[in-house]
């Protein structure tokens, strides 16, 4: 019909893929750069050299189409279409995915006394400013802070005993009522911790910790907790009337 003209989006969007790696890539490119052009820019996206590549093109659905193979052609003689495939082939036969494996990179590192000598490093500047593990004195207060909790620790767990009543107080939570089951320490954390047994199904497990059971109790009963959490006493399990009739 006179008067009515094709318009053609003067760019495209297109998926590229390589041999060089395993990913894929979306681009727009200009529809009116040559195939030669065109290989230029994909340098930069797979790493192949220009020179190097062979260009496949793919549909939207992955089936294959044709060769982008002339040079001087305009890319938008070639059927490509948005969600397109360029598959590029790495013709030079380098190993593929070589940019990927960093445990075939060979890595430098530099010996500890060379890197002693150094001045401006990281470990220098700790050293001259006395900080962080370098700093011997602020060391020191802190293991003798944690010798002191680990005793004033030590003294509430010898308060208690396995099979005495207790409540549970932690921060943010309400009060648990229980039994004592276990003092002591255990292998899943440094420490004196008591594992409860709580009235109710309030708890994370049966006794069991990484597969070691410390105390025998139903699933959702037990719980560990630090001594100070802990108060035993004459505590009655309550009475929440689950049993009544309704």
Same mark, same amino acid.
């Given at each position: 019909m006179d008067g009515v003209s094709l318009i053609t989006n003067p760019t495209v969007s297109v998926r590229v893929t390589s041999t060089a790696n395993s990913f894929e890539a979306l681009?727009?490119?200009?529809?009116?750069? $040559?195939?030669?052009?065109?290989? @230029?820019?994909?340098? =930069? &996206? &797979?790493?192949? /050299? *220009? +020179? @190097?590549? %062979? =260009? /496949?093109?793919? +549909? +939207? $659905?992955? *089936?294959?189409? /044709?060769? =982008? %193979? %002339?040079?001087? *052609? =305009?890319?938008?003689?070639?059927? &490509?279409d948005d969600n397109c495939r360029i598959h590029v082939i790495d013709k030079s036969g380098s190993g593929s995915g070589g940019f990927e494996d960093l445990s075939t990179v060979e890595k430098f590192q530099l010996p500890d006394e060379a890197y002693d000598k150094r001045s401006e490093s990281v470990r220098s500047f700790l050293k001259k400013n006395k900080a962080g593990r370098f700093n011997e004195e602020k060391a020191a207060q802190k293991e003798e802070l944690q010798v002191q909790r680990d005793a004033e620790e030590k003294l509430l767990a010898e308060a208690l005993a396995p099979g005495l009543r207790c409540e549970v107080q932690l921060m943010g939570q309400p009060t648990r009522r229980g039994t004592v089951m276990y003092v002591g320490n255990t292998e899943f954390k440094p420490g004196y911790w008591v594992g409860v047994k709580y009235d109710e199904p309030l708890g994370k497990h049966d006794g069991s910790v990484n597969g070691k059971q410390y105390f025998q109790c139903q699933p959702k009963y037990g719980a560990f907790v630090k001594p100070q959490f802990v108060t035993v006493g004459d505590f009655p399990e309550e009475d929440f009337g689950l049993s009544d009739e309704m």
């Open positions: 681009r727009r490119f200009n529809r009116a750069i $040559t195939i030669a052009e065109f290989k @230029c820019k994909l340098e =930069l &996206v &797979v790493g192949i /050299q *220009a +020179s @190097c590549m %062979d =260009l /496949q093109l793919f +549909s +939207s $659905t992955d *089936a294959f189409l /044709q060769k =982008l %193979d %002339d040079n001087e *052609a =305009l890319m938008g003689s070639y059927p &490509v």
